[in-house]
């Protein structure tokens, strides 16, 4: 048995269903879109994050280093110490709230983003259908007409 090419037949096929590669092309560059502003979201909450951890790391040395200051009295010690227990308590819950106002940011932006993509893939979807839909409907009445001529040319060549 002989191998057969099908490769011009699948040619012949695949060019008779039309499929507009224009609907692929827009699909990704509005993925791409997406992506980039997402990353923007990230990298803005990644930076604000920084900045904070920073200062909070910043303020802590500079409290650790009055506690390791030598002092006159020893009960001075202590003070030092209750102080700055005190004050890493008080900097911790201002520190963990401008995070939870970051985390808050973030999910506001992406949920901005992704009901806007939505929309947007919403509309391109249905304008794809109705386009694949009106060239399916095209592609199959032509053929259907010659599946009809060529049935009236066998019939009349039977005759």
């Known amino acids: 048995m002989a191998n057969a090419d099908f490769t011009?037949?699948?040619q012949d096929?695949?060019?008779?269903?039309?499929?507009?590669?224009?609907?692929?092309?827009d699909a990704f560059k509005a993925q791409a879109a997406l992506g980039e502003k997402m990353s923007k979201v990230v990298l803005e909450?990644?930076?604000k994050s920084a900045d904070i951890s920073s200062k909070w790391t910043k303020d802590?040395?500079?409290?650790?280093?009055?506690?390791?200051s030598v002092k006159e009295d020893p009960a001075a010690y202590s003070k030092s110490?209750?102080?700055f227990a005190s004050t890493s308590a008080e900097m911790a819950s201002e520190h963990m709230a401008a995070f939870?106002?970051?985390a808050k940011r973030v999910q506001m932006d992406t949920v901005e983003l992704m009901l806007a993509a939505g929309k947007d893939m919403s509309a391109e979807a249905?304008?794809?259908v109705q386009k694949a839909t009106s060239d399916v409907t095209a592609a199959a009445k032509k053929a259907t007409e010659e599946v009809t001529s060529a049935a009236k040319k066998a019939t009349a060549a039977a005759k």
Request: aromatic share 6%; net charge negative; no cysteine.
């Open 126 to 128: 249905t304008a794809a």
């Open 8 to 10: 011009k037949t699948m």
């Open 60 to 68: 802590a040395l500079v409290k650790i280093g009055e506690v390791a």
């Open 13 to 25: 096929m695949m060019g008779a269903f039309p499929v507009d590669t224009k609907a692929f092309q």
């Open 100 to 102: 939870a106002e970051i």
């Open 81 to 83: 110490v209750t102080d």
């Open 45 to 47: 909450a990644a930076e």
